[in-house]
């Protein structure tokens, strides 16, 4: 079932360029919004908004991706780190141009309570807190979701290059400015609550 992931995210280590870079992170999370989510015990959650980290010695060794953590994860298993969890492409340190790198969860949306979730910490916490044995696994949807995918640059990072180094993906159907709008009001609620509230309800992405 993780077969059209993974085969996206091993292609990763073929590529030389930067520009293919971004448009294979962009195939890979069209992917993701349409046709996959995260279970946690009984709940389960799509994607609202998605941050691409990589990294290459010698091919992709920049500025821009410094900040990526080493994993020693397989692709499609989750890596929890002090920023958040990421979906983990594969890493290999024994080769020169060792490689890791993965995908960031911004933003998730619970489809039962339809609950927006924001802020990858925030998600991170919903999904650990809302698992009971097992661990929170990524799986593949029954069906396939409409999506219309929105890029925009990393969080905190400065990028010369526009056309290039869009790493942040969203639902466009949201629109930006609606995005961050309602990305404001979670965080005076959140605030208001005394940092309680961790969603609220939407339906924005029925």
Not at 122 to 144: A, F, R
Not at 158 to 177: A, M, P, T
């Amino acid at each position: 079932m993780m077969e059209r992931f993974k085969q996206l995210c091993l292609a990763i280590s073929a590529i030389q360029e930067e520009k293919e870079l971004t448009e294979q992170f962009r195939r890979i999370a069209d992917l993701l919004f349409r046709g996959y989510g995260v279970k946690c015990g009984e709940k389960c959650y799509r994607f609202a908004e998605v941050e691409f980290y990589y990294f290459r010695k010698g091919a992709f060794e920049n500025d821009w991706n410094r900040v990526t953590y080493p994993r020693t994860k397989n692709c499609g298993e989750f890596f929890y780190h002090l920023s958040g969890v990421d979906i983990c492409f594969d890493s290999d340190f024994t080769k020169p141009n060792a490689e890791f790198g993965g995908i960031l969860i911004r933003s998730l949306v619970e489809d039962n309570e339809r609950a927006l979730v924001f802020g990858p910490l925030t998600c991170k916490n919903e999904m650990l807190n809302n698992c009971e044995h097992d661990m929170p696994v990524l799986y593949e949807l029954d069906k396939e979701y409409e999506c219309r995918l929105g890029a925009t640059n990393r969080y905190g990072i400065n990028l010369k290059d526009e056309n290039v180094r869009k790493h942040c993906f969203f639902d466009e159907r949201i629109g930006i400015d609606n995005w961050k709008r309602e990305t404001k009001i979670y965080n005076y609620r959140k605030l208001e609550a005394g940092s309680r509230i961790t969603r609220y309800k939407t339906d924005r992405f029925i």
